[in-house]
């Protein structure tokens, strides 16, 4: 018998969110400069907005244990779609700076990034390195859309997959998203089903183990990762 996941009170603690509002504010103020250059940097390297939008599968507001596991998503979801509150969790746009060429994904669908990936522009591949293209998504944790730390969200059309294949898959949904989170600076980018699993296994343990310390330490190292390059595509 599977073991309910118990979701530690800090998760839903004002004091998460007020953390989340006051360091995502500082943060965009201070790299506001660093946004205008990227942004430049963006339009000058290929055709195409500086922004990039994608619909993703946030936190489950309503998640009962009764209907886990009515899944209903195949597919990424329209634009007028993204406010519906589905099995797995609320849609949402998440936001970044555009790493590929527009068009990247016409008819091939939703795919994962791939090693050397011949999509992502060279400023692109620049920004991933550096993890820069995942800045604007603090306007994400500004809206109550994401955290600061915590699961990173997945695009409906895997959620859906994964659902119906990895047991206890959508309990990575009983919290907010967030921009890095153990998984992100333990483990590599996703490449197959298994580092899928690997990866639900980290965040479970921080859900259940959620803390300001252990959030103080992925921030930790999230940086290291970011020095070194680790895991970038």
């Known amino acids: 018998m599977v073991r309910p996941l118990v979701v530690p009170r800090f998760n839903t603690l004002p004091a998460k969110r007020l953390l989340d509002v006051l360091v995502s504010a500082t943060l965009l103020i201070f790299f506001a400069p660093l946004f205008l250059l990227l942004a430049v940097a963006v339009a000058l390297d290929s055709p195409g907005p500086v922004f990039y939008q994608q619909i993703r599968v946030g936190q489950n507001r309503r998640f009962s ?43 091939v669908g939703p795919v994962w990034a791939l ?13 991933r390195l550096a993890r820069l293209d995942e800045l604007p998504q603090l306007f994400n944790v500004l809206k109550g859309e994401m955290s ?19 047991p206890n898959y959508t309990d990575r949904l009983r919290v907010l998203p967030g921009i890095t989170g153990l998984a992100q600076v333990l483990a590599s980018y996703d490449a197959c089903e298994e580092d899928v699993q690997q990866k639900l296994g980290y965040d ?25 390059r680790k895991g970038a595509r």
């Open 204 to 228: 479970l343990k921080y859900i259940s183990n959620c803390r300001i310390s252990e959030d103080m330490r992925i921030l930790f190292r999230t940086v290291q990762v970011v020095l070194t």
């Open 148 to 166: 600061l730390f915590g699961p990173r969200p997945e695009r409906p059309h895997f959620v859906g997959r994964f659902a119906k294949r990895i």
């Open 115 to 127: 090693e050397r990936d011949p999509r992502v522009t060279r400023v692109g591949r620049w920004m």
């Open 65 to 107: 244990e009764r209907r886990r596991e009515r899944i209903g998503v195949t597919a990424d979801q329209r634009r007028g779609d993204r406010r519906r509150i589905l099995a797995e969790g609320q849609l949402f746009s998440i936001h970044k700076f555009r790493t590929m060429i527009v068009g990247a994904e016409d008819g």
